[in-house]
């Protein structure tokens, strides 16, 4: 039998409880010290037998062993060690575009993880060398919804429950994306969305508040209603995000525009500009939708998370957001509350 075809058979017979890894997995592993407790599928038993502990020393011939032992399909990891694989495996996101093992939602755990780590890492040091990690992992999860978009279901199950800015910005750009893949789905299914346009508008939604990280804390997490003072300095994010651009080389048409037009309204009562509809493009609508949904239904300093379907219904009546949209949006939400 050829070593693939057992890896397969294997895999099925024991893919609940168990991950099959690969040599690209295991070379990113510390080469002596394995993170994780590894297993070995013995065949003349055929059952499943620890092979060593996680931060146990290898020695020179168990790294060359178990190297043979992956190669040949036989070396496992428990799924009851998945927060410690997903949080490893977070750190070197392009990884789960190689293993063919990992089930969908537990790949949607290690996008929520390392996306919203990165976000955090740029937000607290917005400079362009912690940026190009966070667009690495961006342009991962790309490539990862580009090969199916339906993936963006199993993300949009995993938004965060409490503001901060990193959550804040992971959750609207997994909604985001969710939004403008259910509502152009044809397109989607036909080929007919460009990957570079994807790239550009998953950045945008993950980026559009930026400017928020130039805003003293302090104010960010005041529990009263802000001065009139206060509520200038944080409106003012809009415009500083799209100055932030630039220095990123980021200066993207549907980067652009999240980042400027999120607040805007399609009734003149937004900001900065206060634009009316005909001067509001499609990702403006889009990311202001999302930005609005996801603050209302998390608890933030000065407010409660409002229930998602509470939410959606007030968003869906104010004529200050896009109704084809809304509507989308809504039927995301009661798709997800659903009883199964």
Known sequence: ????????????????????????ILESFSKYRPPLNLYRFK???????????A????????VEQLAQLVDEGLVFVSRADHSVYVKYISYQL?????DKNLHETEIADIF?????????????QPVPMVFAKLWTDMMVLTEYLYADS???RALSRRLHQVHNLANHSFNCGVMGLAVHIKAHAKQYEAGDIKRKFLDHLTAGLFLHDMGMSKVPAFLLEKDKPLTGEDRGKVQRHTQVGYEMLAKLDLRFPEVEECVTDHHERLNGAGYPQKKQAGALGQLGRLCALVDSYCAMTVKRPFAEAMEPAKAVALLSQDQGYDQEFSRVLQALVMLQIKPK
């Open 1 to 24: 039998m050829a070593a693939s075809d057992k890896k397969a058979s294997i895999a099925d017979a024991l893919d609940e409880q168990y991950y099959q890894i690969n040599l690209d």
């Open 43 to 53: 065949e003349d038993v055929a059952r499943v037998l620890p092979y060593c502990k």
């Open 112 to 124: 929520t993880q390392a996306l919203t780590r990165r976000l955090g890492e740029f937000f607290a």
């Open 55 to 62: 931060g146990e020393r290898l020695s020179n011939e168990q």
């Open 94 to 98: 392009d990884l789960v575009l190689v």
């Open 150 to 152: 339906n993936r963006i």
